[in-house]
């Protein structure tokens, strides 16, 4: 095993994983407590949900949903006759030896909208279990001949979980570094020290903000640095086509991998990898470890995929997306938030401490909509508070509505 700074501090995360479960854990049971967490329900739509055994409806203010084609009519008679034609839910078995004619059906028709070659597995998490350990020894390279050595492995530090998750993993091949949100400037001097190096990013970030991408792609330009951008919360709601923040802004190269799930706004399920030629599919559908396994997204998933594919071919995602905006701009003005005007549907109502941001989802939860109450570790300490998502299939009534609780009972805050 290398020695890294991630591996020296190994005892050191142990410690301080059981401070932050002491510190979480009577938060998360605050939380339970005021029936905040594991609710059940029966649904009729993103906008009513129904606990069956008190009759109470609410709005689900916190689906990633972002253009409601998780309820779309087309989306789930395309689930329902992908299971009609192939006669069962999946092959079973590794992708690397069979793949099912609609899945490469998938693969080529997302990889016609996005411009790029297409990776498909069970989910984001399993695209990053297997990829990111084979950039970090160097394997997964421009030609996917592995021969320019191991890559410094470079996370900011407000990467999604799935990723900063395999840096121990990483830490085995490579030496593994955590740099301060979108501190381009670590960043380059990282790149001047060593010659090979890769960056562990959102597109755009889960509570909220985006990529310093401009200055990512000149430090790419300059220094060959490697890109490895998961962009699950902006798929299909940026880009003519739907291809996201980061894709609609760069053309695909082979020192960039983007990810994505399929499971947001695009309205299905499983996730893809946007890759910069066919070599790396071939290279990664074969070695990456996970994404080969035997797990694959479902086949009624994958039909219900190509239905989500054909309207994002339509006018009808210019006009989800239009509507999209429009929910944005109008919560924006009636509540302003920290990342306030940037075009994106993840937003945080801050309130400081834990406990006041779970009274605040717990009030707002019997007025009729749900909203997460986001503490430690989520969120740095004291800057805990209320994250939502702005839809598409949200009206302006239900919009103002929501906004007017929120400024009622933070006012005295």
């Given at each position: 095993?290398?020695?890294?700074?991630?591996?020296?501090?190994?005892?050191?995360?142990?410690?301080?994983?059981?401070?932050?479960?002491?510190?979480?854990?009577?938060?998360?049971?605050?939380?339970?407590?005021?029936?905040?967490?594991?609710?059940?329900?029966?649904?009729?739509?993103?906008?009513?949900?129904?606990?069956?055994?008190?009759?109470?409806?609410?709005?689900?203010?916190?689906?990633?949903?972002?253009?409601?084609?998780?309820?779309?009519?087309?989306?789930?008679?395309?689930?329902?006759?992908?299971?009609?034609?192939?006669?069962?839910?999946?092959?079973?078995?590794?992708?690397?030896?069979?793949?099912?004619?609609?899945?490469?059906?998938?693969?080529?028709?997302?990889?016609?909208?996005?411009?790029?070659?297409?990776?498909?597995?069970?989910?984001?998490?399993?695209?990053?279990?297997?990829?990111?350990?084979?950039?970090?020894?160097?394997?997964?390279?421009?030609?996917?001949?592995?021969?320019?050595?191991?890559?410094?492995?470079?996370?900011?530090?407000?990467?999604?979980?799935?990723?900063?998750?395999?840096?121990?993993?990483?830490?085995?091949?490579?030496?593994?570094?955590?740099?301060?949100?979108?501190?381009?400037?670590?960043?380059?001097?990282?790149?001047?020290?060593?010659?090979?190096?890769?960056?562990?990013?959102?597109?755009?970030?889960?509570?909220?903000?985006?990529?310093?991408?401009?200055?990512?792609?000149?430090?790419?330009?300059?220094?060959?640095?490697?890109?490895?951008?998961?962009?699950?919360?902006?798929?299909?709601?940026?880009?003519?086509?739907?291809?996201?923040?980061?894709?609609?802004?760069?053309?695909?190269?082979?020192?960039?991998?983007?990810?994505?799930?399929?499971?947001k706004a695009?309205?299905?399920?499983?996730?893809?990898?946007?890759?910069?030629?066919?070599?790396?599919?071939?290279?990664?559908?074969?070695?990456?470890?996970?994404?080969?396994?035997?797990?694959?997204?479902?086949?009624?998933?994958?039909?219900?995929?190509?239905?989500?594919?054909?309207?994002?071919?339509?006018?009808?995602?210019?006009?989800?997306?239009?509507?999209?905006?429009?929910?944005?701009?109008?919560?924006?003005?009636?509540?302003?938030?920290?990342?306030?005007?940037?075009?994106?549907?993840?937003?945080?109502?801050?309130?400081?401490?834990?406990?006041?941001a779970v009274?605040?989802?717990?009030?707002?939860?019997?007025?009729?909509?749900?909203?997460?109450?986001?503490?430690?570790?989520?969120?740095?300490?004291?800057?805990?508070?209320?994250?939502?998502?702005?839809?598409?299939?949200?009206?302006?009534?239900?919009?103002?509505?929501?906004?007017?609780?929120?400024?009622?009972?933070?006012?005295?805050?």
């Amino acid at each position: 095993m290398t020695m890294t700074e991630e591996s020296i501090l190994g005892p050191r995360r142990y410690r301080n994983a059981e401070a932050m479960l002491a510190s979480a854990d009577p938060v998360w049971q605050a939380a339970a407590a005021n029936g905040l967490i594991g609710v059940t329900v029966d649904s009729e739509s993103n906008n009513r949900l129904t606990v069956r055994e008190t009759g109470h409806e609410f709005a689900n203010m916190v689906s990633c949903s972002y253009l409601g084609l998780n309820n779309h009519p087309a989306v789930l008679a395309g689930a329902v006759d992908a299971l009609t034609e192939a006669r069962g839910t999946s092959l079973v078995l590794s992708t690397t030896r069979i793949r099912h004619n609609l899945l490469v059906r998938m693969e080529e028709e997302l990889g016609e909208l996005f411009g790029a070659n297409i990776l498909p597995g069970a989910s984001c998490t399993t695209l990053t279990a297997g990829i990111l350990p084979l950039i970090a020894s160097g394997h997964l390279d421009g030609t996917c001949q592995g021969g320019g050595g191991p890559r410094v492995m470079v996370f900011d530090r407000f990467c999604h979980f799935c990723m900063a998750y395999m840096k121990p993993i990483c830490a085995d091949e490579s030496l593994v570094l955590t740099c301060p949100h979108n501190d381009l400037n670590y960043l380059e001097d990282i790149c001047r020290k060593y010659p090979r190096v890769a960056y562990v990013a959102d597109g755009a970030y889960s509570m909220g903000g985006t990529a310093a991408l401009d200055g990512l792609l000149e430090l790419q330009d300059r220094y060959g640095l490697f890109l490895y951008i998961d962009d699950s919360h902006s798929l299909s709601i940026a880009g003519e086509r739907g291809e996201g923040y980061v894709r609609s802004r760069l053309e695909m190269n082979p020192l960039t991998v983007i990810t994505a799930s399929l499971g947001k706004a695009f309205g299905t399920s499983g996730g893809v990898a946007m890759l910069g030629n066919r070599e790396q599919f071939e290279f990664l559908h074969r070695h990456a470890g996970p994404i080969g396994w035997s797990q694959n997204i479902p086949l009624p998933m994958v039909g219900a995929s190509l239905a989500s594919a054909a309207i994002h071919r339509s006018p009808e995602l210019a006009e989800l997306q239009g509507a999209l905006a429009r929910n944005i701009e109008l919560f924006d003005e009636l509540l302003p938030t920290t990342f306030a005007g940037n075009g994106l549907p993840v937003r945080r109502v801050d309130v400081g401490e834990a406990e006041r941001a779970v009274k605040l989802s717990a009030q707002l939860f019997e007025r009729g909509f749900y909203s997460s109450a986001v503490f430690f570790p989520i969120v740095p300490k004291g800057e805990a508070g209320l994250r939502l998502m702005l839809r598409a299939d949200m009206d302006e009534r239900l919009i103002r509505e929501f906004a007017g609780h929120v400024k009622e009972l933070t006012a005295d805050l």
